[in-house]
Every structure is written in C-alpha cells, then in structure tokens.
C-alpha cells in the first residue's frame, strides 16, 4: 500500500485489505482444509459437501434474497462457511457418474490443479501484452483441433498455425459464441466489401442487402438445430424466422431433399442462404447429419457450409466412429466445445476455418491494442478479455492423448448401446431415438398400457401420449428432485407415432464412471416412480377412461 | 468404468484413463508441491517462475509449433514440467505492482482457493438443472450490483431479484459481450413488435426498417469509445460507420453540443439511434462523460442511454468520487466488469438493466432447457453454457466489502494525481491527459526539446511530435522486453497541441501493491532508455535537423 494520509476509521479496513491482497489463509484454515481435501480426494469432497433432500428452487431462493452489499469486510472464513452450507451443498453434482443427463459430466484429476496454477496467473489472451507464451499455446491448440478436423499437411501447419496476421481459428467462452462467430464470419463473407462498396462490416445490413440485391439472408439447419443458431439469427439481424428448420430424415437426420426444396424456395424470394449447418451430434438426440451430402448440397448452392460439432467432434478421435463425420473436412467453419466432450471445466469453445482468411471477415482494431501487424489474437475474436483456457486444452489433449480420448469416445457409445438394450429388455420403457453416438431418448410406459397402446387407432395413440408425456415429465421431476440420479427431458417428434411430439427422457453418457449398474439403478428408479406417479396422479384413470371411450366407438 | 470387452493394446491407455478420472497425484508430485507454494506464497510462486530477460515473440512461438496431438497419453509430471518451463515462466505477470500497463492487477488470495472449489463443481449457470444454488446466487450478485448502480427500494429488490420471469441484468464473458448484450436489448426494443409488426428479433433487419420507416441505426458515443462498441456496430448490423464518433471536448470527455448535432443529421439521414453510449471511464484515458447531460440528450431524442462503466463502475463505492458517474441510475443499461475494479480473476462481466422487463427483448427458449416458465437464467443471455463465477464475484464483493473498495478506488485515484505531479516534476516527461480516475497518459520529451517544443510553429511541432512518437514506442517496447515493469502504450489526439495525434504511454493504477517508489522507479527507467534511444536511434539528430530548418525560414 502506499503511504498516502487516510481518514483513522479506515485504518482497519486498509489493513483488511493488505492481508487480502499479500497474506494466504493460514494452515489450519477452513480454506486450507478444503483444498487438501479436494487435492487428496476429489470425488469424496464433491460426495461431502452436497446436501441429499430436495428443496424446492422457490425455496432455495430464500438464502438469496438480500442484495445489499455489506458495508465492512466480511471475514474469509465466515464467507467459507456461508458458500459451504448455502451454496456448494445445494448445487449439483455435475460429475457423479448418476448424472446423466447433460453434457457436464466427469473432470479429470489433473485439471484442478492446473486451473489453481491458471487463475493465479490471470493472463488475458486478448494480446500479447498481457499473455505472452499464451498467445502461442492458444495458436498451438487452435492448430491441433484445425488439424484433427481438417488434416491438413505438416507444410500447412508450419505456415499457418503461428502467423500472426491469420487464425485458423479462435477460442471463446462457449458453442454459443463459437456458433455466432460462425455464422457472423459467413455472413460479412457473403456481403463483403466489392468494387466501391465497403461490405456489410462498415456499411451495415440494410445497404448491404441493397448493394447485392436480396431481400434478407437465411440459415438452413434441421428442426433438431441448437438453439444458439436462432440466437445468431436474432442477433446478426437475420431475424429468426429466417433460420429455416429443416424436416427429420426417418433417421432423425436432416431431410436433405426438403433442405433442397428450402433452398429453392429461398431463391423465389430473393434471400441469400448464408450457411448451411451441419450437426454433428444434435444436442437432444446426438445425431450426426449426412456432412458429405451437406458439402456437396452447400456446392451446389453456392453457399458456405457451417458444422456444429460442438458435442460430436471428439468423435474423430475414434478409429471406429470417426467415419460418422465423413464430410466435416469440407465445412467452411467448425465449432467443437472443450467443455463436453474434451474434458475442460465449462468456459472453453473454439470454431476453426478452413479458410486461413476466413477472420480477416470480422477483423478489428484499437490504438492500444490489437494494432494492424500485431501478433494480438484478440483482432479475431468476438470476445475482448479472455482467460488463459488454452492451457487447460492443451494440457487435457496431451495427457489424455489420442488414445485416451478414443476409448472414452468408444466406451460411451458403447454404453448408449447396452443402455437401449437395456431398455427394450424391459417391459415398462420404450426407445423413442435410438443412440448413434453416446446420447438416446426414451420414455417410461406402463406394461399394461404398452400393448393397447400399438394396436389403437391413430386418435386414441394420440391422447394416450399426451398422459405418457405429462406422466414422463412428472418422473423425471421427482427423480430430480430425490437428487440422487438425474436424467434430463425434452420433447420430441416422435417417428413410431406418425410424429407426434411427446416428452421424453434424455441421456448423454460421456461420463467414463457410470457403469452398467448405476445404469440399471436410474431404470428401476424410474420405474418404481412411474409405478407409483401413473396411479397417484390419476393418470391410469385417464388412461383407462380414453381405451374405454375407444372401445365404445 | 465399464467392464465392455476391449481390445488387449488398449488396455493400458483405458487404465490410464481410469487413474486420470479417479486418482489424484500424489504428495510428492510436482503438482502437488506447485499447489502448496501457490497457497504458502502466492507472489512468492508468481515472481519465482517467470523467467526475466526478453524473448522475441516471434522466438517464443517456435516453442509451440507442433500441431499434432500426442497419440499416447503424456504423463501428468511431463505436462507440468513442460508448462512450467515453457509456458508458465514465459506469461506475464499481471499481477506485478510494477505491471501498471493494463487493466489485469493483483489478485485477493482468498480467490485462489475458491476458484479452486468452483472448479471442480463445474457448474453451468445456463440452466438450474447443472447449477441449482448457484442460479440464486447469480440473481443476488446482480440485484448486488443493480442497487450499486441505481439504489431502487428494498422492496424493488424484494420482488424482482428473485423472480423466475426477470432478470434485472445478465453476467457474461466480460465487457465486450456485455456492451453488445446492452445495444442488442435497445435495438430489439427500437425495433420490437408493433401491431401486426412481431419485430426485428424475429422479422429481421430488412423488414424491420421497412416497418419502423428508417433507412438504417446508429450508435453514439465519444470517440474514446471502446472497440467493442465497434464489433457491436459490425455484428448487430448497423455497420461500423454507424458508430458515430463524438468529438471530445475540452476536458477528453464527449462534446454534448457536437453530439446533438450528430443526432440531428441522423435524422435528417432518417437513420434511428438505438443508444447513446455514456463512457464511466475510458479504457485509454479513464475520463467519465458527463451522463446527467447524457441522460438528458438521451431523453430529448427519446432514445436508449447505455453505459459502458466496465472500468469506472466501482467508483460508485467511492463517498469521495462517487458524484463523478452521477447520472449513471438514469442509464437504461449499463456495464461493468467484475475482472477489472472487482478484483475477480478474467471471465466475469455484467450487464444490469434498469427495467426489469428489458431482457425478454432477447429472450429465447428450447426444448431440453430454458423453457418457457423456467428460472433458467440462460433464457436471457448471448451466452450459453457458464461457469459459477458469480460465486467468485459474491465473495469478492463481501469479503472486500463498500468500504474495501472505497479504499482501493480512493488509493488508485490518489496514486494517479501524485504520479502525474512526479512526472510534472520531471524535466523530460510531459503528461498527455490529467488523471480523473486511476487512469493517465505522459511521454518522454528530452528536456533540450522540451522549451524548443513550446514556442515552435505548428509546423514544427508536428515534425517534433512525429519523432516523439516514434521515440515513445521505442521507449516503450524496450521496457516491455526488459520485462521488469510494464506501461502501456496508445496515440491519443493532444489537445496541447492542436489535436495532433501522438504516442503516448498509458498506465492504469489499480494494484494497490504499487508503491510511490516502484513509480518512481518507471519513470527513472524510462528516462535511462529516453536518453539513450534519443540519440541512438538517431532522433537526436532528426529533431536538430528540424529545429535548424525551422531557425532558417
């Protein structure tokens, strides 16, 4: 501190804040305790500190409700203990190998440590001022997943990977940014500068549209697109009705001859496709589109082919089932997410262009920083300020190895696969999708309305899965809720019931922990909940009152 | 793991992974022993592993030019070595009381440990399925910060801070997603439905405009603006030249005359502003602009007043310095950014909105997630998935507390004023722009040139100036590389001499371990390089040259 005059009352709070900034917590410390314990046993102190019960979300609310921020310092360990009673025990235990049903899921040991020595350092990648060896290691990584998805030359690599006026691609906060960086390059790609006009960049999107003569822009992905696409089309000025849903193939696809149709259509009226998107892994169903077929459609019209592979890209780690994403070397931009299926604590999305200009497209500057010829990263990112992730990747891609990362890959769609049999091995639950990479959807349907239910009419199938999904719905939030298993829940066309759309479980199995009988356990809870929930609720009435009114017809 | 049948070589690569995702390292390991030094010492680690002396960029990337991942896994040892010799001792320490280059300071000890138990809880705020407690918890940090900068009721904040169907802001990233969430919120609103009209969100831009009669948008603000507000222009699709510029005025603020007048040549242009942007300290001089005023411009031409106080926000903590942001509580949006005067380590901004209905200008909703009625707090973000680090900024906010950050913005103010008097005091420096906050810029002026300067022609002084310029980056790279303090560097217009642009260096005083000798220390090296480079490279010589030819007309 320096040795400025300050009023006497605040003597104390000034020697607060010089312990705060100089002085670590001493040994015998709440803090202290806490981080040996995570550091000798991680999944124990996870296991700890997580409160069993359930309390209602409006509940939980009740701990949160000041909004005043205190006036003197509060002491570190009581702020401990507040976080440690009020907040670590009541979040979610994102990595037991019972919680299958998002896209978080196990971390590897080795990352805790890491992530101690990387906030400390607290280097902000935006420019080489305040990152140094970060700036070429976030490059580095960039060029290792270029180069897993487009398998470019070493001669390629040497030239591009470390040139300080190109990225092969850029790192940012999540899938979200990735894709609308995606797409934002693509569109300031169709619209870009030519003969006196500036491009979309300088001029905007109404001169822009003028200029190129098209009456607005679109992007073309199925119905099982992620929702960050239609934030996209929101925010680059598409509008979200032009993000066209394109129909399911029977396969849960996309219909490649309606995406044709689409694109037609879109030519009638005069508006531009600025992408076709790809997925590779939809994030309900983890089904990967035909990308070949993708490519050669985004040929044919002319337009830029966008694959989000944000949860199926580790998948080319797999000698096995990298065949799926046959294509995704032709995409235009690919997004793929550090976060899911690399292993790296939430933070970590990257989207990679085959292109070495591509970023020239949303290229920017300032007199600070990021200055014409500068190695600064930060020109092509649409984020400014960013943390030092890449070391977390880069340290994940190395220690796991390709190796690694395959037999996790193989291991969870081979688990998606003795899962759905597990499933249809029992009378109470039926696949709705089946499992293609490591994710699958099913529903809880009681043995004795299962037979009425393949043999009625059309009518009656209709109002029995309208009770099926509320019954559905209502399993997953006491199975939530109980806290000891979560699966998550969406809603779905469902193919066997002419496309109905019903509510369904939904389970992605990326974590390495969960073996074949937790599997079963989450089944049996379920159906003990199904059992219990289909009477209690009413709902075997209603059911038994639709086949009897069916029957009198 | 699973007992699937693998194949025999995979074996040791699955048991391997077994012990990543189970086994922590042991006490002996090098990365055990690196946690213990960061906890017993954490400016002792820092200091201890940067390696000092100066490598070229450009030599530092050779270290990282391979692109290919490892087909085996690395040991965990191998990796830690290897970052430590090549990535950790060549980062910056950012932290350094001498580092006063940049907006990264110190950091609280306490964060190192709390980080290190969000880490592995791998929270994802997106939704409160993967984050229970923590999805509160955020709400508090923001209703924290909303009654910080607009100081509603307590029954205002009874109400909204909690309520599923709001949210009186949003965190993100940082700044930059932060400013572009707060003009996406005003053009949105703008733009929104209207009648049959369903809005911009979902219609686009091009029928948007149509709709509203405008022939394009545009925002406003200084043209000290931060380049975010640019890419924001560029994304949201205004284009970048409808940023309009202000001029500054006198004191480096924003000329509110100028400005009106730019307001009504959009209008005759039939071109909207979606917000006037108020700067609460510029990123390359700290100046606040007056924003009552603003708040008024803002109110006379009906449009959105926006405030980027990503920087100065916490002043408000300040009873000394306060008054300077008043207005700000008039702002419809307004930034600030928990990296930077929170003391939070980087990924932590902030958006808060002054209606609390503002946010569903952007609402989106899916299937699996974010539904309709939920309290997913993703329903309202640019981003998607997020990490906990609300839980960072919660405990910063209580652990410092109003009168600990009182402290640290009065200490940083105060430090400015007394670094600009040594420089002042200083026969070869010259200050460029007065500290108002933390922030101010100087140049090195050889004390021969300095009276030679002050009576030149104005022809003269731009040759001067030029050769100054080129001498301050000079200065300013050598001591970069030295690496033994750091200023940064930008070119400003000098309104000494006639709005001429030149280089100046730039420091920024938020390290409360920055003392008045390690400033005096700076300017001592900068004056050693001043006088050396001065003649070295040749300027000495230049600046004669100009000064005779000028003495002979």
Same mark, same amino acid.
């Not at 989000?308 to 797999?318: I, K, M, Q, R």
């Given at each position: 501190m320096t040795n400025q005059r300050i009023p006497k009352r605040a003597e104390a709070t000034l020697e607060t804040m010089r312990k705060v900034f100089t002085l670590p917590e001493g040994d015998g410390s709440t803090l202290a305790r806490l981080e040996r314990e995570i550091s000798e046993n991680l999944l124990g102190f996870l296991r700890n500190h997580f409160a069993s019960g359930d309390i209602a979300p409006a509940n939980l609310e009740v701990d949160f409700k000041t909004s005043t921020i205190p006036e003197d310092p509060v002491f570190v360990s009581e702020q401990v203990d507040y976080l440690l009673s009020k907040v670590v025990s009541q979040s979610v235990h994102t990595a037991s190998p019972s919680f299958i049903g998002h896209m978080t899921s196990a971390m590897p040991y080795f990352m805790v440590p890491l992530a101690k020595i990387m906030i400390p350092l607290n280097q902000n990648v935006v420019k080489i001022e305040t990152s140094k060896a970060f700036t070429p290691l976030e490059r580095q990584v960039i060029g290792m997943l270029h180069r897993l998805i487009y398998g470019g030359s070493d001669a390629f690599y040497d030239q591009w990977t470390q040139s300080s006026q190109h990225s092969l691609g850029v790192f940012c906060s999540g899938g979200t940014i990735a894709n609308i960086t995606g797409l934002w390059v693509a569109r300031n790609r169709l619209l870009g500068p030519r003969g006196d006009f500036p491009g979309v960049a300088d001029e905007g999107l109404g001169p822009a549209l003028r200029h190129y003569g098209y009456d607005g822009l679109a992007v073309l992905v199925s119905k099982r697109g992620h929702y960050s696409l239609s934030k996209a089309a929101n925010l680059l000025g598409l509008g979200r009705k032009e993000l066209i849903a394109v129909p399911l193939s029977s $396969?849960?696809?996309? *219909?490649t001859k309606a995406l044709r149709r689409e694109l037609d259509q879109l030519k009638k009226r005069r508006i531009a496709p600025i992408a076709i998107v790809g997925i590779a892994g939809t994030t309900e169903t983890g089904n990967v589109n035909p990308l070949d077929e993708l490519a050669n459609i985004a040929q044919d019209y002319q337009t830029a082919f966008h694959v *989000? +592979? +944000?949860? !199926? !890209?580790?998948?080319?780690? $797999?000698e096995r089932y990298k065949g799926l994403l046959k294509g995704i070397e032709r995409a235009d931009s690919v997004v793929i997410d550090a976060h899911k299926q690399l292993y790296v604590p939430i933070g970590a999305g990257m989207v990679l262009f085959k292109n070495v200009e591509a970023l020239s497209a949303v290229e920017h500057h300032a007199n600070y920083i990021i200055r014409p010829g500068s190695r600064d990263i930060g020109k092509h990112t649409l984020e400014g300020s960013r943390p030092g992730m890449a070391m977390l990747v880069h340290s994940a891609l190395r220690i796991i190895g390709r190796r690694g990362y395959e037999i996790l890959i193989d291991l969870g769609i081979g688990k998606a696969g003795q899962f759905a049999k597990m499933i249809k091995a029992s009378p109470c639950f039926e696949v709705i999708t089946e499992p293609e990479l490591n994710l699958l959807t099913y529903r809880y349907v009681p043995e004795s309305v299962k037979a009425a239910l393949m043999t009625a009419t059309p009518e009656t199938q209709i109002a029995i899965n309208d009770v099926l999904s509320a019954l559905t719905e209502s399993i997953q939030k006491t199975q939530r809720q109980r806290g000891k298993t979560f699966v998550s829940r969406t809603r779905l066309e469902a193919q066997a019931y002419a496309s109905q759309t019903v509510s369904v479980f939904r389970v992605v199995l990326a974590n390495p922990l969960t073996t074949r009988q937790i599997l079963s356990d989450i089944l049996e809870e379920q159906r003990q909940d199904g059992e219990k929930l289909y009477v209690e609720e009413g709902m075997k009435a209603t059911i038994e009152e639709i086949l009897k009114t069916a029957a009198r017809k």
């Open positions: $396969s849960h696809k996309i *219909d *989000d +592979a +944000a949860w !199926g !890209g580790p998948t080319l780690f $797999s």
